[in-house]
């Protein structure tokens, strides 16, 4: 990291504490603390990325990627528990399909234009492409599953589709840990990446340590950050003419999930490809199969009625439209500058839709 980009992390850092103190004073136009918070994420989001390089020297890019997924869909979980507890169930629910778009579409999309701007083609594992997108598309049948029995439901069915919901839930979080299992223990040779760059940790002298809480300190400054955000987001909304879907789907998605998007377009930039898709993907596959079933378990605890997974055909839609158009996309293990412009244009297209929408 070069002096000027070291000096604007520093002065960008300033914000949060200045966020934190003029959201305890109270009095301060919720707008300002809205941009303000998004603001601080930036810089949060930075150091992400480089924790996230650095661990992936010392664990490789499977896991690394995983990590960076994990951490960086912290807010996201944050967001949406406040948001829960609030009983925006609708919000949420946007939110979850919101994030699965700016990654697969918007984070993969400028990592392949921008990586592929300096070089004629970046190749990554095609086997673990195929792989993740699979993970996907099985995530997107089982939330179409209440959604469709949702139609069917009679006063005298709304037991049963309560105990689907809870079965859904289940069934995703054990595939979603057995998919663990598979990618780290029986199967890890299907996700070996093309690339082999020597070790990021000792270029830099990172230590192990010292990524793993770098990674973990941002992670909760992110988290802190992210729930003054949502606090504000209504106000601000309302100020600037925004729809409820709009929100959800593209703001709280973007600000929220700048950590890993930042990520993977940097490493894609890089010429780390391998690890690019495995952050942009494995978020995705991480809130639909982990996220998700938790939001719903903890809505139990936290929000005035519990949480279920019917999703508007508007929102099942374009996440089946972003799973295939990736799958596509990304399913040859090629990529280049061109091919991020198509994932990034499906998501602007979306984006200006869900902006029109009328408020949910």
């Known amino acids: ?31 300002w603390l809205f941009f303000l918070a998004a603001g601080a ?9 480089q924790a996230t390089e650095h661990l992936a020297g010392y664990t490789g890019d499977t896991i690394g990627g995983l990590l ?12 949406a528990l406040v948001a829960l507890k609030a009983g ?48 996907m598309l099985l995530a997107v049948i089982s939330l179409a599953i209440p959604s469709t029995f949702h139609n069917f439901v009679t006063a005298d069915t709304l037991l049963e589709e309560h105990y689907l919901n809870l079965a859904v839930a289940l069934v995703l979080l054990l595939t979603y840990f057995l998919s663990l299992v598979f990618m780290l223990r029986t199967h890890p040779d299907f996700f070996t990446s093309v690339e082999q760059p020597a070790g990021p940790g000792a270029e830099a002298g990172w230590s192990l340590t010292r990524a793993a809480l770098t990674l973990l300190a941002a992670s909760v400054l992110v988290a802190l950050m992210s729930e003054i955000l949502v606090g504000a987001v209504e106000e601000t909304a309302a100020t600037l003419g925004m729809s409820q879907a709009f929100i959800g789907i593209v703001i709280l998605a973007v600000v929220g999930g700048a950590a890993e998007s930042s990520a993977a377009v940097v490493m894609g930039v890089k010429d780390r490809v391998d690890l690019s898709v495995s952050i942009a993907i494995g978020s995705s596959i991480q809130m639909a199969l982990f996220v998700a079933p938790v939001l719903l378990l903890a809505s139990y605890a936290v929000a005035p009625r519990p949480l279920d997974l019917v999703f508007d055909r508007g929102l099942l839609g374009a996440i089946l439209l972003t799973v295939l158009i990736s799958a596509m996309v990304a399913g040859d293990g090629k990529a280049n500058w061109f091919k991020g ?20």
């Open 88 to 135: 925006l169930h609708d919000m949420v629910k946007a939110a979850i399909i919101g994030a699965i778009l700016a990654n697969m579409l918007l984070g993969m999309g400028l990592a392949f234009f921008l990586g592929g701007l300096r070089r004629h083609v970046q190749e990554f594992n095609p086997v673990a492409s195929r792989n993740y997108m699979t993970m």
């Open 341 to 360: 412009v198509q994932l990034v244009t499906v998501y602007l297209i979306l984006a200006v839709m869900f902006y029109f929408l009328p408020g949910s």
């Open 68 to 79: 960076n997924a994990t951490f960086g869909n912290a807010p996201e979980l944050i967001i």
């Open 1 to 31: 990291m070069n002096l000027l980009a070291k000096v604007f992390l520093g002065a960008a850092l300033l914000l949060i504490p200045l966020t934190l103190v003029l959201d305890r004073v109270g009095g301060v136009p919720q707008t």
């Open 41 to 49: 994420i930036v810089p949060l989001a930075a150091l992400l990325v």
